[in-house]
Nanobody, 125 residues
Framework: QVQLVESGGGLVQAGGSLRLSCVAS????????MGWFRQAPGKEREFVAG????????LYGDSVKGRFTISRDNAKNTVYLQMNSLKPEDTAVYYC??????????????????WGQGTQVTVSS
């Protein structure tokens, strides 16, 4: 069992930056592929970024490539999402997720076993 708690969301102007954090409970954090997803009102939950156990492999959704960076610190049981050059269309609730079955991240929601409660990110124009 893994519990995930996100933080770092808020209100920011377009062009600004935010850094999201997700802290995981449990001693096996380093064995999980971690991902970030987001969901805007009226839209489906969308893959944002994922990272492998070691942090050596990352994957990004097309809409955030070059602007967002995912990283992890296994000693702190924490995964981060650095978001730069934010746009109003990045406004959503951002969720952290853990996948205990794979070696590398993928974009499918169904492959992630555990989810956090989410943190709101609002980008004003």
């Amino acid at each position: 069992q893994v519990q995930l708690v996100e933080s770092g969301g808020g209100l920011v102007q377009a062009g600004g930056s935010l850094r999201l954090s997700c802290v995981a409970s449990g001693r096996t954090f380093s064995r999980y592929v971690m991902g970030w997803f987001r969901q805007a009102p009226g839209k489906e939950r969308e893959f944002v970024a994922g990272i492998s156990w070691s942090g050596g492999s990352t994957l990004y959704g097309d809409s955030v490539k070059g602007r967002f960076t995912i990283s992890r610190d296994n000693a702190k049981n924490t995964v981060y999402l650095q978001m730069n050059s934010l746009k109003p269309e990045d406004t959503a609730v951002y969720y952290c997720a853990a996948d205990g079955s794979r070696w590398y991240p993928d974009q499918k929601k169904k492959d992630y076993d555990y989810w956090g409660q989410g943190t709101q990110v609002t980008v004003s124009s």
